[in-house]
T-cell receptor, first 111, second 113 residues
Framework: KQEVTQIPAALSVPEGENLVLNCSFT??????LQWFRQDPGKGLTSLLL?????REQTSGRLNASLDKSSGRSTLYIAASQPGDSATYLC??????????FGTGTSLTVIP | GAGVSQSPSNKVTEKGKDVELRCDPI?????LYWYRQSLGQGLEFLIY????????KSGLPSDRFSAERTGGSVSTLTIQRTQQEDSAVYLC???????????FGPGTRLTVL
């Protein structure tokens, strides 16, 4: 069974810093990997989706990379802002159309 | 445009009662997912609907859980004889036919006393 791990569980950074969130998965047989953010009391918002054949995706200040063979993905956030404070989750899609989610990294950007 | 909506937003029930949770997906989305998010844990897949195909029920934790999707749109998740361990946030997501980008609803917070 696929297991998805996110480290660290929590992270605090001062505003303006660049930061990296990590996601690892145990089975490289994935279709794609997605990064989401979740604000308190709300659902998830999709940030980036990387197909298994891709190496990275970029959207604004966000850049996600995927190394399928090593079972790793990173989400890079440039010039962090207080509005980036949220929980970030990664999820992999496996054969059978199921998604496996990590437990998330809680990010706090300090003004 | 309208996103995914879920109702109720909060539900408090007594142990042993049945509950129904509703999900209205984005119009035209053929895929619909139900997840459960317990405190401090990741999202747990429950069930997946895709068009008119038979649903993937492999994530349902027990036979007390069931879900329907009527007319390829609205879905209802039913939990019978609720237990305290069923307390969690239940999230619904929908996706279009040719994309895996999921759009999530705000969730229903279920508390079983």
């Amino acid at each position: 069974k696929q297991e998805v791990t996110q480290i660290p569980a929590a992270l605090s950074v001062p505003e303006g810093e660049n930061l990296v969130l990590n996601c690892s998965f145990t089975d490289s047989a994935i279709y794609n990997l997605q990064w989401f953010r979740q604000d308190p009391g709300k659902g998830l918002t999709s940030l980036l989706l990387i197909q298994s054949s891709q190496r990275e995706q970029t959207s604004g200040r966000l850049n996600a990379s995927l190394d399928k063979s090593s079972g790793r993905s990173t989400l890079y956030i440039a010039a962090s802002q207080p509005g980036d404070s949220a929980t970030y989750l990664c999820a992999v899609k496996v054969p059978g159309n199921q998604f496996y989610f990590g437990t998330g990294t809680s990010l706090t950007v300090i003004p | 445009g309208a996103g995914v909506s879920q109702s109720p937003s909060n539900k408090v029930t007594e142990k042993g009662k049945d509950v129904e949770l509703r999900c209205d997906p984005i119009s035209g989305h053929t895929a619909l997912y139900w997840y459960r998010q317990s405190l401090g844990q990741g999202l747990e897949f429950l069930i997946y609907f895709q068009g008119n195909s038979a649903p993937d029920k492999s994530g349902l934790p027990s036979d007390r859980f069931s879900a329907e999707r009527t007319g390829g749109s609205v879905s209802t998740l039913t939990i019978q004889r609720t237990q305290q361990e069923d307390s969690a946030v239940y999230l619904c997501a929908s996706a279009g036919t040719f994309t895996d980008t999921q759009y999530f609803g705000p969730g229903t917070r279920l508390t079983v006393l």
